[in-house]
Structures are given as structure tokens and as C-alpha cells.
Antibody, heavy 119, light 107 residues
């Protein structure tokens, strides 16, 4: 059974760094791209970018380029999103999803990680 | 980036109704569109891909149609579990984008 289990909710202060995770199981992690989506409170879905765990090839949406870093570690079948310096506007729910191969469809989703940035 | 405009933003309907949700792209995208359903506190769920293909396990009351820039998601015979927010997504060109969503509420 394909499962994506995300790390727990985080409360951080502005300026702090953060790395959240998405642990995959039930399939060959290296064979499928992972995508990330942001959902700000009460708002819609925003495409952040995707990463190929096999070679760490990464594609960012322009809105998130330079704002976050996507990474993946095949040894622990886990994908990550990292912030170097959080802002209050980073407060949101973040979802990871496995993309169908080939293509961009998000067919299996994690449960989401809520990130709250507040002083 | 290609913009997707969904209409209406919200819709009230009754169990058993037939409803149609619309997604319009700012330029032609062929059939490179998907529809997702999201319930409160849950991740989205893929319903339809490539405009009209039903995802495995999705009830047949859901159907998608359209091409180029105008697309619809139709639910025939609304069930209580269908009340949710629906998003379209285009994957014709980078960056991938989502519509702003249509919230389907019980009348």
C-alpha cells in the first residue's frame, strides 16, 4: 500500500529555519516524482514544485523559487521542504504527493503538515 | 503562467441534484486538466484526469468534459459525501496551476 506520512505540525518564529518531511512507503521511492502544494488558511491550492528522488532534479514554481528548497533522500525514502528564514506569510498547510508516472498528476497524498509562523 | 478561473466560487445544491462546475483557462491547454476534490481537513483527491478520464475508484456520477480552454465537472445525483471544494489543475505548461476552487454546499 502506497503511503506518504508527513511530519507533525510546527510552530516557529519569524526568521527561524525549518525542514518538514514526507516519508514514503509501499513503492520504489526512486521511481516517482514527489510534488509539494501549499494551502494558506482558508485559501486554495498552490503548486510549489516537484523533485525526482532518483537524481534530485527539481522544478520550482516561480512563486516559490528561492523561497524554499526541495530535497529527497532515497536511503530513507523521504522528501523534504526547507526554509532558511521563515516569514509569517509562510503560515500554511503543506501537502506532499506522489506523481503518477509519466506526468504530473498527484495520485497519492500525504496528510499535510501545518506550519505556523508567529512571534 | 496560465490562469484557471473556476465558476461559480460557491454553489448550494441538494442531495440528488445534478451540478456542473466550470473551469476556464487563460489560454488553450488541450485536454491537460485534472479535477480534485478536497474535504475539510483532508488532502485533495484526484477525480478526473486529461479532462474526461475518471480516476480508478471514483464513482461514475462524476464526469468531466471540455477541451482547449473550457472545461466542466459534472456530478449527476449528488450524494452527501460530495459536498466539498473542487479544484481544477492544468498541466499543459509550467508552472502547473490550480483554479481557485468551487465550494459545493448543501442547500
Amino acid at each position: 500500500e502506497v503511503q506518504l506520512v508527513q511530519s507533525g505540525a510546527e510552530l516557529r518564529k519569524p526568521g527561524e529555519s525549518l525542514k518538514i518531511s514526507c516519508k514514503a512507503s509501499g513503492y520504489n521511492f526512486a521511481n516517482y516524482w514527489i510534488g509539494w502544494v501549499r494551502q494558506m488558511p482558508g485559501k486554495g491550492l498552490e503548486w510549489m514544485g516537484i523533485i525526482n528522488p532518483r537524481d534530485s532534479d527539481t522544478r520550482y514554481s516561480p512563486s516559490f523559487e528561492g523561497q524554499v528548497t526541495l530535497s529527497a533522500d532515497t536511503s530513507v525514502t523521504t522528501a523534504y521542504v526547507q526554509w532558511a528564514s521563515l516569514k509569517a506569510s509562510d503560515t500554511a498547510m503543506f501537502y506532499c504527493a506522489r506523481l503518477r508516472h509519466p506526468g504530473i498528476l498527484m495520485e497519492y497524498w500525504g496528510q499535510g503538515t501545518l506550519v505556523t509562523v508567529s512571534s | 503562467a496560465i490562469q484557471l478561473t473556476q465558476s461559480p466560487s460557491s454553489l448550494s445544491a441538494s442531495v440528488g441534484d445534478r451540478v456542473t462546475l466550470t473551469c476556464r483557462a487563460s489560454q488553450g491547454i488541450g485536454s491537460a486538466i485534472a479535477w480534485y476534490q478536497q474535504k475539510p481537513g483532508k488532502p485533495p483527491k484526484l477525480l478526473i484526469f486529461e479532462a474526461s478520464n475518471l480516476e480508478s475508484g471514483v464513482p461514475s456520477r462524476f464526469s468531466g468534459s471540455g477541451s482547449w480552454a473550457d472545461f466542466t465537472l459534472t456530478i449527476s445525483g449528488l450524494q452527501p459525501e460530495d459536498f466539498a471544494t473542487y479544484y481544477c489543475q492544468q498541466f499543459n505548461s509550467d508552472p502547473v496551476t490550480f483554479g481557485q476552487g468551487t465550494k459545493l454546499e448543501i442547500k
